[in-house]
């Protein structure tokens, strides 16, 4: 995964990356899956989003994304307001099935499809497939039929047709799902190397120890906890109130005896 310092830093602003004011979000004559939630992201951080079945999480990524109109609440991303229906190529998701992401004949138009939509020049275009398949890995996969992948593969391309929008800030929902032991791993070291500003939500535990530096606990529409990994996920008892297990690495390390 050398060559990933081989392309230039993608650009921060001096605003957070997410900025979240208030946010509520309830489905039709449902309670509300985010009743007034706040927070703050600054860029460059990677951020872990985790809590039981039907916390909301997903809920909140395709409201960053302007999927979901909230029902009341404000978000920002790197300082612009966020629109529903309206498209921000600053803000990238990466869906939890990669199907739901891949429907062109080939993973070269594939990765090509948002670019194109950008309205960006034919070697302009070329240069961004060409880098996000380099930085996933799966630039020998470029004439290939996506649906014929493997999981770990498509997880790759589905996240290559991220990068070639250039977002500074990418939500990834539930990356490892469905990935064997070295496709997850391979994914593990393109998440630590990744340079842009990153939210992860899974039940991947002992994944988000290694790549995130802050971790969300949400459930039934709040923010139970926000702070550090270890502190957060070490904590036993919150985790178990909460539908959670702490992760089994963290066993021998109690969360008093972490150094920050
Ligand atoms: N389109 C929808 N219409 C009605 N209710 C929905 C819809 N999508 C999700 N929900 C409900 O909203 C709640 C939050 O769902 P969401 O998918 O955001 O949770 P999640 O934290 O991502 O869960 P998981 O960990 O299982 O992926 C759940 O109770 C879910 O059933």
Same mark, same amino acid.
């Given at each position: 995964?050398?060559?990933?310092?081989?392309? !230039?830093?993608?650009?921060?602003?001096?605003?957070?990356?997410?900025? *979240?004011?208030?946010?509520?979000?309830?489905?039709?004559?449902?309670? $509300?899956?985010?009743?007034?939630?706040?927070?703050?992201?600054?860029?460059?951080?990677? *951020?872990?989003?985790?809590?039981?079945?039907? $916390?909301?999480?997903?809920?909140?990524?395709?409201?960053?994304?302007?999927?979901?109109?909230?029902?009341?609440?404000?978000?920002?991303?790197?300082?612009?307001?966020?629109?529903?229906?309206?498209?921000?190529?600053?803000?990238?998701?990466?869906?939890?099935?990669?199907?739901?992401?891949?429907?062109?004949?080939?993973?070269?138009?594939?990765?090509?499809?948002? !670019?194109?939509?950008?309205?960006?020049?034919?070697?302009?275009?070329?240069?961004?497939?060409?880098?996000?398949?380099?930085?996933?890995?799966?630039?020998?996969?470029?004439?290939?039929? !996506?649906?014929?992948?493997?999981?770990?593969?498509?997880?790759?391309?589905?996240?290559?047709?991220?990068?070639?929008?250039?977002?500074?800030?990418?939500?990834?929902?539930?990356?490892?799902?469905?990935?064997?032991?070295?496709?997850?791993?391979?994914?593990?070291?393109?998440?630590?190397?990744?340079?842009?500003?990153?939210?992860?939500?899974?039940?991947?535990?002992?994944?988000?120890?290694?790549?995130?530096?802050?971790?969300?606990?949400?459930?039934?529409?709040?923010?139970?906890?926000?702070?550090?990994?270890?502190?957060?996920?070490?904590?036993?008892?919150?985790?178990?109130?909460?539908?959670?297990?702490?992760?089994?690495?963290?066993?021998?390390?109690? !969360?008093?005896?972490?150094?920050?």
């Amino acid at each position: 995964m050398k060559q990933l310092t081989q392309f !230039p830093r993608i650009k921060t602003s001096e605003e957070s990356a997410l900025a *979240v004011h208030d946010l509520k979000f309830s489905y039709p004559q449902q309670p $509300a899956v985010l009743d007034q939630i706040s927070f703050q992201i600054e860029a460059g951080e990677r *951020v872990g989003l985790i809590g039981p079945n039907g $916390a909301g999480k997903t809920t909140l990524f395709l409201s960053a994304c302007g999927i979901l109109k909230p029902t009341a609440g404000e978000m920002f991303i790197f300082g612009e307001s966020v629109q529903a229906e309206t498209f921000n190529p600053n803000v990238g998701l990466v869906f939890q099935n990669p199907d739901d992401q891949l429907f062109c004949p080939t993973v070269w138009d594939d990765v090509a499809f948002g !670019p194109e939509n950008l309205q960006l020049s034919p070697s302009e275009i070329k240069h961004r497939v060409e880098e996000a398949l380099t930085i996933t890995g799966t630039y020998p996969l470029a004439q290939r039929i !996506p649906h014929q992948l493997s999981g770990g593969q498509k997880c790759m391309v589905a996240i290559a047709t991220v990068l070639a929008m250039h977002p500074q800030l990418i939500l990834y929902d539930e990356p490892s799902a469905n990935l064997d032991l070295s496709a997850r791993r391979r994914l593990i070291d393109f998440l630590e190397i990744s340079e842009q500003t990153i939210i992860i939500s899974s039940h991947d535990l002992e994944l988000l120890l290694e790549v995130c530096d802050r971790v969300i606990l949400l459930n039934q529409g709040q923010i139970i906890a926000d702070g550090d990994p270890h502190r957060v996920m070490g904590n036993q008892s919150l985790m178990e109130s909460h539908g959670l297990e702490k992760p089994h690495s963290l066993f021998h390390h109690p !969360p008093d005896a972490h150094q920050e």
